[in-house]
């Protein structure tokens, strides 16, 4: 029996669902996850007798590293057979310590994780229908890589949202793996969520902006489970004029954006990784301020803005800036 551990975006569910659909394979275990929980995921699957773990759509997040390297050890230890496919940016020495240990890595930046899948996965099952393929890919690669060259890019980074249940993203990946790329099933669901960013953009956000230097001009908005990021930080960089977008939940939970400056070497600095120009972190908001916060709506915002700017100093002098 085969494990799948995934991104909990469309993206990952995407490309789980598309591994499933190439493998003729539905009765897989899939495991939903965040690249800062991935070492913990992986230990939750070395639990049960898989002959087989799938990891889609997750980046190394350096922090965790060398946990993830003795949960992959293990596995290995055990005859597991592990694939990764992943899209985002990995530096020599961990794709080295990931394929030293027996691990069969697919890292491609030129496509989305569901565009990796359907580039490197052989097909198992008798017919494959290679329309089904393209759209899927093009359709989730269009709204995950920020690029929205198909018209299926907004709607696929509404139907999958970071706080919806995993229950709903299986129903989705259902779909998926049976050859469905779209349903009517999605239309409403998409809907629901359109109607509501009307209504939260329309309102006041809270943002705080901040210059570092004379090259970033960042802005930190709160996070809503209302709007995706990649909605929140456009509105956010047109009203403000920034460069810089930070959309930051009170759980440490940061999304970085922008058109112009590479947000990927901030994001590794605070612990993440990710695209370019669309990546994320996971810090750990001291206690003090996440009560205070509640007092104060936006001492939250402040203490992301200042610990950005620290970073994005740090990151201007090194390169020169």
């Given at each position: 029996?085969e494990?799948?551990?995934?991104h909990?975006?469309a993206?990952?569910?995407?490309?789980?669902?598309?591994?499933?659909y190439?493998?003729?394979?539905?009765?897989a275990?899939?495991?939903?996850t965040?690249?800062?929980?991935?070492?913990?995921t992986?230990n939750?699957?070395?639990?049960?007798?898989?002959k087989?773990?799938v990891i889609?759509?997750?980046?190394?997040?350096?922090?965790?590293?060398?946990?993830?390297l003795e949960?992959?050890?293990?596995?290995?230890e055990?005859g597991v057979?592990?694939v990764?496919?992943?899209?985002?940016v990995?530096?020599e020495n961990w794709?080295?310590s990931?394929s030293?240990?027996g691990?069969k890595?697919h890292?491609?930046?030129?496509?989305?994780a569901?565009?990796?899948?359907a580039k490197?996965?052989p097909p198992l099952r008798?017919?494959?229908d290679?329309?089904f393929?393209?759209?899927?890919?093009r359709g989730?690669?269009?709204g995950?890589?920020?690029?929205f060259?198909?018209?299926l890019g907004?709607y696929?980074?509404r139907?999958v949202?970071r706080r919806d249940?995993?229950?709903?993203?299986?129903?989705?990946?259902?779909?998926i793996?049976s050859?469905e790329?779209w349903?009517?099933e999605?239309?409403?669901?998409?809907?629901?969520?359109?109607?509501?960013?009307?209504s939260?953009?329309?309102?006041?956000?809270a943002v705080?902006?901040?210059?570092?230097?004379?090259?970033?001009?960042?802005?930190v908005v709160?996070?809503?489970n209302?709007v995706?990021?990649?909605?929140?930080?456009?509105?956010i960089m047109?009203?403000y004029?920034?460069?810089?977008?930070?959309v930051?939940s009170?759980?440490?939970?940061?999304?970085?954006?922008?058109?112009?400056?590479a947000?990927r070497?901030?994001?590794?600095r605070?612990?993440?990784?990710?695209h370019?120009?669309?990546?994320?972190?996971?810090i750990?908001?001291p206690?003090f301020i996440?009560?205070?916060?509640?007092l104060?709506?936006?001492?939250l915002?402040?203490?992301v803005a200042?610990?950005v700017s620290?970073?994005?100093?740090?990151?201007?002098?090194?390169s020169?800036?």
């Amino acid at each position: 029996m085969e494990a799948i551990i995934t991104h909990g975006d469309a993206d990952g569910v995407a490309a789980a669902g598309l591994y499933l659909y190439l493998r003729d394979n539905p009765e897989a275990a899939v495991y939903f996850t965040e690249p800062y929980n991935l070492h913990y995921t992986v230990n939750r699957a070395s639990r049960s007798e898989y002959k087989r773990v799938v990891i889609a759509d997750l980046g190394v997040n350096p922090s965790i590293l060398s946990e993830l390297l003795e949960q992959l050890r293990a596995l290995r230890e055990k005859g597991v057979d592990v694939v990764w496919y992943d899209h985002h940016v990995w530096n020599e020495n961990w794709v080295r310590s990931v394929s030293e240990l027996g691990v069969k890595l697919h890292v491609d930046t030129s496509t989305c994780a569901t565009g990796v899948v359907a580039k490197y996965t052989p097909p198992l099952r008798s017919h494959v229908d290679y329309v089904f393929i393209e759209q899927l890919t093009r359709g989730v690669c269009a709204g995950d890589l920020w690029r929205f060259d198909h018209w299926l890019g907004p709607y696929y980074i509404r139907l999958v949202r970071r706080r919806d249940k995993d229950s709903w993203r299986r129903r989705v990946l259902v779909r998926i793996a049976s050859g469905e790329y779209w349903s009517r099933e999605f239309n409403s669901r998409v809907e629901e969520h359109i109607d509501r960013e009307l209504s939260l953009l329309s309102s006041s956000l809270a943002v705080f902006t901040k210059s570092v230097g004379k090259s970033y001009k960042i802005a930190v908005v709160r996070g809503d489970n209302t709007v995706d990021s990649s909605f929140i930080a456009p509105y956010i960089m047109g009203r403000y004029g920034v460069n810089v977008v930070v959309v930051a939940s009170s759980d440490g939970k940061l999304s970085f954006r922008s058109r112009e400056v590479a947000i990927r070497d901030l994001a590794i600095r605070l612990g993440g990784g990710g695209h370019p120009y669309a990546a994320g972190s996971k810090i750990r908001i001291p206690w003090f301020i996440r009560l205070l916060s509640r007092l104060r709506g936006n001492l939250l915002l402040v203490y992301v803005a200042n610990l950005v700017s620290r970073e994005l100093e740090r990151l201007g002098a090194n390169s020169g800036q």
